[in-house]
């Protein structure tokens, strides 16, 4: 049932501060600041490796906990997309922990890797979001994702519950690790609190955000830039436009503009910056403005400061709540998922499912 909404899609958009806030709930003790995932601590010790495995959506996931578990925990992590990780002949070392990320539990790819791994001696984590899945009943250690059944074939809720999960991981790891003082975990603990209100925030620019859809429906390319644990979120934000409203789309860390993209830069391109004020807002900002240099014509997504800093010259900007930087990555799914919403929308494709895709890809 879609309520009041047009489309499954935009139903479980707006869903995410309910289920964000259920996902947390049961990994959080935000009374005790203390995480709390169903594993001891002494399990989590010895871990020397993490090797995070997903597709598509599920797999950028991956790609901002690799930065928290490393920052965190200081534990080294590989990451791959589960059709490649199957086949490299990955080296697989005693005190290693897979970790496969799957809103279905049921992707065939990466299920095989969850067996390829097993199999190597891998001690496997899986965070799902179908409790009943074939990677639920196969891992040893099992993180569900509380998001509620997904029907949009373009994954929003489970994305942001699987980094809700992830961030609580990562900081039980790094307590697990003697990484964590209990300063630092009460720190984390309130601002992961904090999100479901900033995601609330982020969607009253929602009517803001339909507006501008029509500014980027006619374009043929998309640029997407982002650093650090938003990089991923720029490489979600072009897949999210790329499945439902068939613009081609590209997502780059910031600082590899130079390095080729920007020779596509001119003003039939828009570039969407993800800038959320915090370490790496200034370096993003000098790369968004060599873009800007070049005739480019940039949609700026940032707070209030960030925006009041550097929005002079945009084609237009999105402002966010002011979060922390771990949040920043949930926050900032939200402006990219209503963005291709909306460009889907005005062109008038099959939101909920389009073309050429299916919701659970169960062949290889
Ligand atoms: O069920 P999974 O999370 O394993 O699915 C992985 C991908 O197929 C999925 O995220 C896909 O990229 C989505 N359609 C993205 O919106």
Not at 63 to 79: L, S
Not at 118 to 124: S, T
Not at 335 to 360: C, E, F, I, M
Request: proline residues 6%; glycine residues 8%; hydrophobic residues 45%.
């Amino acid at each position: 049932d879609k309520g009041n909404h047009r489309h499954f899609m935009q139903k479980e958009i707006y869903e995410q501060p309910v289920v964000v806030a259920q996902t947390l709930q049961s990994y959080l003790r935000p009374l005790d600041g203390k995480v709390a995932l169903p594993i001891p601590d002494s399990d989590l010790a010895d871990i020397r490796r993490v090797t995070i495995v997903a597709c598509g959506t599920s797999f950028y996931a991956g790609m901002v906990a690799q930065y928290w578990i490393e920052r965190f925990a200081r534990v080294p992590v590989e990451i791959d997309v589960a059709s490649e990780y199957r086949y490299r002949d990955p080296v697989m070392e005693e005190g290693g922990l897979a970790l496969f990320i799957s809103q279905s539990g049921e992707t065939a790819d990466t299920l095989a890797a969850l067996r390829h791994a097993k199999a190597g001696g891998q001690k496997v984590a899986v965070v799902v979001n179908v409790p009943t899945s074939s990677m639920a009943r196969e891992a040893d250690l099992l993180l569900p994702t509380h998001a509620g059944p997904e029907i949009g074939v373009a994954s929003t809720k489970a994305f942001t519950c699987q980094l809700a999960v992830l961030a609580a991981l990562a900081a039980n790891l790094a307590r697990a690790k003697g990484r964590l003082s209990e300063e630092e975990e009460r720190r984390i603990v309130r601002h992961l609190a904090e999100a479901p209100a900033a995601l609330n925030g982020a969607l009253a620019y929602d009517e803001m955000i339909e507006k501008m859809a029509h500014m980027i429906a006619g374009a043929r390319d998309v640029l997407y830039l982002g650093r650090g644990p938003d990089y991923p979120l720029a490489l979600e934000g072009a897949l999210k436009l790329k499945e439902i409203s068939y613009i081609h789309a590209e997502g780059y860390a910031a600082g590899e503009m130079k390095h080729g993209p920007i020779a596509l830069i001119d003003e039939a391109v828009p570039v969407i910056v993800l800038a959320p004020s915090g370490p790496l807002f200034e370096k993003t900002v000098s790369n968004m403005q060599e873009v800007q240099a070049r005739g480019g014509r940039v949609v700026l997504i940032s707070d209030y400061d960030g925006i009041a800093q550097a929005g002079d010259n945009c084609l237009a900007t999105i402002t966010m709540p002011k979060v922390h930087p771990l949040i920043a990555p949930l926050v900032y799914a939200i402006p990219v998922q209503l963005l291709a919403y909306h460009v889907a929308v005005v062109k008038g494709t099959d939101v909920d499912q389009p073309r050429n895709l299916a919701k659970s890809v169960t062949v290889e």
